[in-house]
């Protein structure tokens, strides 16, 4: 199973974009790159998901280098309500089980 | 289209008793995922399952554990004989057939006391 490298935590502040790196060296070439948000207290929330090149939708941004060893969730302008713990996954779903590492924390300050 | 419904949404359970949490997936869902989440950890995978099948336990602990997803009803998680370790929030998951993308209900918090 592919393993995902993420930093522990992050800060940034109100309207600014900020930019989260998952390294994944070892990914297969059917594997999909997810990322989900989870809030504490709920379950983790779909936010976007990619297979290469770039990826885009009211809430996000993907962005997938040719080689696929990582990939950078991208979440423009955020806001307090975007403190969360972001975590990326490769996998898919339904063919074998995607592992959650530790996530980052992100901490957004007004 | 409701979402993943998990409930109870809050459990306490005295040592030594049973714990049942039940998922029931979205519409048109035959995937059923369930991780345990302990505090301030990531979520860890327990068991996957189709209707009627276990397709992975890996993750599952061998003993007290068991995990069921009947043709009709929800999945259940069963905990037999529960210790204070077993407190967590137990998330399900569910996706349909063969696609890259699962969603979680709101989780059931086990405490035990």
């Known amino acids: 199973l592919a393993k995902t490298t993420q930093p522990i935590s992050m800060d940034s502040y109100e309207g600014q974009e900020v930019n989260i790196t998952c390294s994944h060296n070892?990914?297969?070439?059917?594997?999909?790159i997810t990322w989900y948000q989870q809030f504490p207290s709920q379950g983790p929330r779909f936010i976007i998901q990619?297979?290469?090149t770039k990826v885009t939708n009211e809430v996000a941004s993907l962005f997938i280098p040719a080689d696929r060893k990582s990939s950078t969730l991208s979440l423009p302008r955020v806001s307090l309500s975007d403190t969360a713990v972001y975590y990326c996954?490769?996998?898919?779903?339904?063919?074998?089980?995607?592992?959650f590492g530790r996530g980052t924390s992100l901490i957004v300050h007004p | 289209n409701a979402g993943v419904m998990q409930n109870p949404r809050h459990l306490v359970r005295r040592r030594g008793q049973e714990a049942r949490l039940r998922c029931s997936p979205m519409?048109?869902?035959?995937?059923v995922y369930w991780y345990r989440q302990l505090p301030e950890e990531g979520l860890k995978f327990m068991v996957y399952l189709q209707k009627e099948n276990i397709i992975d336990e890996s993750g599952m602990p061998k003993e007290r554990f068991s995990a069921e997803f009947p043709k009709e009803g929800p999945s259940i998680l069963r905990i037999q004989q529960v210790v204070r370790g077993d407190s967590a929030a137990y998330f399900c998951?569910?996706?349909?057939?063969?696609?890259?993308?699962?969603?979680f209900g709101q989780g059931t918090r086990l405490t035990v006391v």
């Open positions: 519409k048109g869902h035959s995937h």
């Open positions: 070892n990914i297969a070439t059917n594997d999909y």
């Open positions: 998951a569910s996706s349909p057939d063969r696609t890259t993308e699962a969603f």
């Open positions: 990619g297979y290469k």
């Open positions: 996954l490769v996998g898919g779903w339904g063919s074998y089980i995607p592992t």
